[in-house]
């Protein structure tokens, strides 16, 4: 069936790619968001994906390795979206809209918060290459043999990466528990 839909969309037919776009929207988006930390700049990422995969789809030779090919041009697009993201400063705004003060100490929930403010800080310091490999095997639980072909890398290749991925998060980690 999906096979049947890129080669329809491959031969022009916007219906058979609006298809393919909802049911493969979501599965972007998260990859998107995990590589890239910011629900705003995966949205635009993931517009930018599928834009350029229309526009390239002609040039897919195999159509079973869509999703393949979706995710590489979806992880260039990351790299895109770090790259201009490199000259802005973004300042975080308090929300001053609640009239009730928080008792930060006080509060169990503040401290997760703060421990996942310290992971999206660590996996931040890592390569677009690192984070997404890590995105794809812990959050998307595809197997090794997937990534690699998503990636078009030998699968021992892919265990290496993965293993200096999770290493250099560690260290990362390990950076943000230092005062």
């Known amino acids: 069936m999906e096979r049947q839909l890129v080669e329809s969309a491959r031969r022009g037919d916007r219906e058979a790619y609006e298809t393919l776009v909802r049911r493969k929207v979501d599965a972007v988006f998260r990859t998107a968001l995990a590589v890239l930390g910011n629900e705003a700049d995966a949205r635009d990422t993931v517009q930018e994906a599928f834009i350029a995969a229309w526009r390239r789809l002609p040039s897919l030779r195999d159509a079973d390795r869509f999703d393949a090919w979706l995710g590489r041009i ?5 790299r895109m ?4 993201r490199r000259g802005v400063r973004e300042i975080p705004v308090a929300d001053t809209t609640s009239a009730e003060p928080v008792d930060r100490a006080a509060s169990d929930f503040d401290a997760a918060a703060v421990s996942a403010d310290a992971f999206d800080r660590a996996f931040s310091r890592l390569s677009v290459d690192q984070r997404a490999i890590l995105v ?5 639980g595809l197997p090794v043999a997937e990534i690699a072909t998503r990636l078009g890398i030998p699968g021992g290749t892919l265990k290496s990466r993965l293993h200096t991925a999770r290493r250099a998060l560690e260290r990362a980690l390990a950076a943000e528990d230092r005062p």
């Open 74 to 78: 979806t992880l260039n697009a990351c």
């Open 81 to 84: 979206a770090l790259r201009r």
């Open 136 to 140: 794809l095997h812990h959050l998307e």
